[in-house]
């Protein structure tokens, strides 16, 4: 698992320059779900953030400090989504 899409697409470049199968040898999940993860030979499996809801919490939270004056920290969880793609498969089976 790589911090971002753009690094895993990066990786997933070098194991199959390597000659290694992605997903047949190993599987790679990238994390953002940008377009970026479209864009490659291969889609790229990744988890979602929903960039959309952190940033309607953050104006909320910014609004009601500003309007009403809250002090309080606001903490909001926002569940991460896995976005199952061409990159990831079952492990390689052990050779026989």
Sequence with gaps: MASNDRCAVGVMDAFVRAGIEVPGQISIVGYDD??????????????????????????????????????????????PRLVVRGSTGPPPRPEQ
Aim: proline share 0%; glycine share 2%; charged share 20%.
């Design 34 to 79: 940008s377009t970026l993860a479209h864009l490659v030979h291969i889609d790229l499996t990744t988890v979602n953030q929903d960039a959309a809801a952190q940033a309607r919490h953050a104006v909320l939270a910014a609004v009601q400090r500003l309007d009403e004056g809250r002090k309080q920290r606001l903490e909001v969880v926002l569940n």
